[in-house]
């Protein structure tokens, strides 16, 4: 077999038609509403200095509630199992009399690392939390937190590294009293498995979303992302159904406070599932919405998202097979050069594949096989398992086109057993299924069974 048969991927899952319930405008100001809701969660606060002042001034947790809290929620903020909002702080300081704003938040630096996962400035976020988890003065909370942070810092560029990150932070934040913080830690962890193309990230997104449900004081904003992302696990998954109705309940739980960021995922999800379902015209309305909303969120934020990148790749696949073929080549490139500004690597094989399919669309089969053994040679370095399958199948294609039987076989064994041994079942069916299209249309021996074991 040539030099140029090794592996590829996209992560383009089907889905069945659905009629998202989205009458929503964006506009510049629901992009900055967007940004105070994201941190609902509230700010965290010296949990036994408010105790301690409460003692202090010899008042109950019912006085110190008055009418515009429970006794119960100031409870839960004198043992750091939730969080006040900075109004409702002001409120229990006011009434304490004996305790400042300053000395009842917790350590200033962890809200400068809220600030800056907020703007996206990760190269800043992951210098703050490197510099306060080499502290020898840092305290056990603030190691917690700042693991938590350096995990969000390094997502998109360094999955992997993201992943010791976050299981780390989970055990830290739960030994310090954060159960919020930890169920989020194991949501990010479950993405950052996405981003590594481990099937088990749906697994461990539904763990954590279980255990943010348990809790009190949980937000719907975070609910409703990590419901969002489960739906995208689904979708790596094959299992389209199911992924709709992770979407659904995203949009019903987070209701008409659902942030522009997220809406544009949703939309992002919902046009991959309609492409695969065959309705196109859905599909591409779908997904221009979506760039729309991350452009315009990249428009009023500053930095470029990974997501606005793989938003374009998508829309460019979208367009490609609606034979808009100039404009769908601008959208794979734009792709390709953000993935370039933020360094991200982890996604280039599918704009790789993006370009392969579309040269052999326009019948340039070199340079389709060249994009394609690319997009097969990275995905393979970063240990893309999903990828490379793809890889594998569309790289066979192209040798059935061309009239090599050998590779044509080759490459499909190769897929089937790449996703045996991930236990991707749908996506094994899909792909026989894809074999067996091709080899009637191209003349080529089917591709037999593998072996069992």
């Known amino acids: 077999m040539s030099s140029k048969r090794v592996a590829v991927c996209r992560l383009t899952p089907p889905c069945e038609k659905l009629h998202c319930r989205a009458g929503y405008v964006a506009s510049e100001d629901s992009v900055a509403r967007g940004s105070s809701q994201r941190r609902a969660r509230g700010v965290a606060v010296n949990a036994e200095a408010l105790k301690r002042a409460r003692l202090d001034a010899g008042l109950t947790l019912a006085e110190v509630a008055g009418d515009s809290m429970t006794r119960q929620a100031v409870h839960l903020f004198e043992t750091g199992r939730a969080r006040p909002t900075l109004a409702k702080l002001r409120q229990i300081v006011g009434r304490l009399g004996n305790i400042s704003i300053e000395a009842a938040l917790a350590d200033v630096s962890e809200h400068r690392l809220a600030e800056l996962e907020e703007q996206q400035?990760?190269?800043?976020?992951?210098?703050?939390?490197?510099?306060?988890?080499?502290?020898?003065n840092s305290t056990k909370r603030t190691r917690a937190i700042a693991t938590y942070y350096a995990?969000?810092?390094?997502?998109?560029?360094?999955?992997?590294?993201?992943?010791?990150?976050?299981?780390?932070?989970?055990?830290?934040?739960?030994?310090?009293?954060?159960?919020?913080?930890?169920?989020?830690?194991?949501?990010?962890?479950?993405?950052?498995?996405?981003?590594?193309?481990?099937?088990?990230?749906?697994?461990?997104?539904?763990?954590?979303?279980?255990?943010?449900?348990?809790?009190d004081e949980r937000q719907a904003h975070v609910e409703a992302r990590m419901l969002e992302h489960l739906g995208t696990y689904r979708l790596q998954r094959g299992e389209h159904r199911a992924a709709i109705e992770q979407y659904r309940e995203a949009i019903e739980v987070a209701g008409a406070r659902l942030e522009l960021a997220r809406l544009a995922n949703i939309y992002h999800g919902l046009a991959e599932g309609c492409r695969q379902a065959g309705d196109t015209r859905r599909a591409l309305d779908y997904m221009e919405r979506a760039v729309h909303f991350y452009r315009t969120e990249h428009d009023v934020r500053g930095p470029v998202s990974a997501n606005l990148a793989r938003a374009e790749n998508d829309y460019g696949v979208h367009l490609m097979r609606a034979g808009r073929w100039e404009r769908a080549?601008?959208?794979?490139?734009?792709?390709?050069?953000?993935?370039?500004?933020?360094?991200?690597?982890?996604?280039?094989?599918?704009?790789?594949?993006?370009?392969?399919?579309?040269?052999?669309?326009?019948?340039?089969?070199?340079?389709?096989?060249?994009?394609?053994?690319?997009?097969?040679?990275?995905?393979?370095?970063?240990?893309?398992?999903?990828?490379?399958?793809?890889?594998?199948?569309?790289?066979?294609?192209?040798?059935?086109?061309?009239?090599?039987?050998?590779?044509?076989?080759?490459?499909?064994?190769?897929?089937?057993?790449?996703?045996?041994?991930?236990?991707?079942?749908?996506?094994?069916?899909?792909?026989?299924?894809?074999?067996?299209?091709?080899?009637?249309?191209?003349?080529?021996?089917?591709?037999?069974?593998?072996?069992?074991?």
């Open 121 to 136: 400035q990760w190269r800043e976020l992951g210098d703050l939390a490197a510099q306060l988890l080499r502290a020898v």
């Open 151 to 215: 995990g969000r810092a390094v997502l998109n560029q360094a999955p992997g590294r993201a992943l010791v990150l976050y299981r780390r932070a989970r055990r830290l934040l739960l030994r310090v009293s954060e159960p919020l913080l930890a169920a989020e830690a194991m949501d990010w962890e479950a993405a950052a498995l996405y981003l590594l193309q481990d099937p088990g990230a749906a697994d461990v997104g539904h763990q954590a979303l279980e255990r943010y449900r348990a809790l």
């Open 329 to 453: 080549e601008e959208m794979i490139r734009a792709a390709l050069d953000h993935y370039d500004e933020l360094g991200v690597l982890s996604a280039r094989a599918h704009a790789m594949l993006s370009m392969g399919e579309l040269n052999q669309r326009r019948n340039r089969l070199e340079d389709a096989v060249d994009w394609t053994v690319q997009a097969v040679e990275h995905a393979h370095r970063m240990g893309e398992t999903v990828a490379q399958a793809m890889a594998y199948q569309q790289l066979g294609e192209l040798w059935a086109r061309m009239g090599d039987t050998s590779g044509f076989e080759a490459c499909f064994h190769r897929a089937v057993e790449i996703l045996d041994h991930a236990g991707l079942v749908e996506r094994r069916a899909e792909c026989m299924a894809r074999q067996q299209r091709i080899g009637a249309a191209s003349g080529a021996r089917a591709v037999s069974e593998p072996p069992a074991g």
